[in-house]
């Protein structure tokens, strides 16, 4: 099993889904991963009756989390096209890294 996978979406921007992992806990299992290990400037999430929508920014790049996306599962969002190649870089790190210790504390 891949531990995330990324879809380009229509107007390029990326999805990238958490194999394997769903729903609030896990959901606050990552956030808390990307507070501890990625350390954000400011990070933060926001809870309905239909999912969690979060976010974290760090080095003035963006990027969205969710508990629900069309792939169904924990997800990372970012768009590209709006940012350099580098930033591009920084986030794929970012995500590798919460995604293989959000395994590493919760192996499935």
């Keep these: 099993m891949n531990l995330y996978d990324t879809h380009t979406m229509k107007r ?4 990238v889904d958490v194999c394997g992992y ?8 990552m956030h808390k991963i990307i507070d501890e290990v990625i ?4 990070s933060g999430f926001s ?18 989390t969710s ?3 069309p ?3 924990l997800s990372f969002f970012y768009e590209p096209n709006k ?4 930033d ?5 790190n970012w995500v590798d890294t919460v995604v293989k210790e959000l395994h590493a504390r919760l192996p499935r």
Aim: glycine fraction near 12%.
């Design 47 to 64: 809870v309905d009756s239909m999912c969690i929508g979060g976010y974290f920014n760090k080095d003035g790049i963006l990027v969205r």
């Design 39 to 42: 350390k954000p400037e400011d």
């Design 12 to 15: 390029g921007a990326i999805l």
């Design 67 to 69: 508990s629900e996306s």
């Design 71 to 73: 792939y169904d599962g």
């Design 22 to 29: 769903t729903g609030e806990e896990d959901f606050y299992a």
């Design 83 to 86: 940012m350099s190649e580098e």
């Design 88 to 92: 591009v870089k920084k986030i794929e």
